[in-house]
């Protein structure tokens, strides 16, 4: 790894080390294999949540391993261990999100802190297109925007989780699918139960040509749209932008 791709951007300070990404943290090459690998590989469910007075699909596809359980196939503990060699943590948990288009989002939140280990760090790998990622001060103010572009690493400390929230806004621009790959530090607590599943428990592999929206309706898309909206998750703010790269290295 080279120094342009060690040296993090610093985007929040705290004293766990606040919020920080590597632009060019993987190589191209190596980020577009454990993409596809993972894409393939996964056991990608598509959750429903409550929303109000409806049932609603969560907008993006999700899956979830221990890691002390990791099927064999799956490029999670190279993943891991590269991780662990940047910013160590006792990470026991990965969680993966897969943003099929422009329509799938996740609104500003905190990670529950309930479901941390306090201290530890939140390590999170982007692979696929790039998106943008909102970071807001719960105290108020305007959000910083940051495009997480294939093979960067951004991490949050378990401090900015109370200080801040963050989120995927949806965007109307045609963009590839992304994917984002979560490791953290859960306490020794039982895992929490699955969502009803959407489209009569719908759990297949996603390729990226595939284009995978099965099951969802018209109105539960708009309902899902407006929610984003209400609670912050459209895209505005600051924006960092892509940052720029040596030529050869991401």
């Keep these: 790894m080279d120094l342009f791709a060690a040296t993090p951007l610093q985007l929040v300070e ?23 690998a993972l894409s393939e590989g996964c056991d990608w469910q598509h959750q429903r949540r409550p929303m109000y007075d409806r049932v609603v699909d969560v907008p993006r596809l999700q899956a979830w391993y221990p890691l002390d359980a990791m099927p064999p196939g799956l490029p999670l503990a190279a993943m891991l261990a590269r991780v662990q060699a940047a910013v160590p943590g006792a990470y026991n948990s990965a969680g993966l999100n897969l943003y099929r288009d422009g329509r799938d989002s996740v609104a500003m939140h905190n990670d529950k802190l309930h479901m941390l280990v306090p201290g530890q760090p939140i390590a999170l790998l982007s692979l696929g297109a790039a998106r943008r990622m909102n970071i807001r001060a ?33 965007t109307a621009r045609p963009v590839p699918p992304r994917m984002s790959v979560v490791f953290r530090a859960r306490p020794d607590a ?40 209400s609670r912050g998750g459209m895209d505005a703010g600051l924006h960092v932008g892509r940052l720029p790269r040596k030529a050869g290295t991401r």
């Design 14 to 36: 705290d004293a766990e080390g606040g919020i920080r990404y590597w632009p060019a943290f993987l190589g191209d090459g190596e980020a577009t294999a454990w993409f596809h």
């Design 138 to 170: 719960k105290a108020g103010g305007r959000a910083l925007g940051i495009d997480l572009e294939p093979g960067s690493l951004l991490v949050m400390s378990h401090a900015s989780q109370v200080t801040h929230e963050h989120g995927i806004p949806k």
């Design 190 to 229: 039982p895992p929490r139960p699955p969502s009803p599943p959407a489209s009569g428990g719908l759990r297949r592999s996603f390729t990226p040509a595939q284009g995978l929206r099965g099951g969802v309706s018209a109105p539960e898309e708009n309902a899902r749209h407006v929610a984003d909206a």
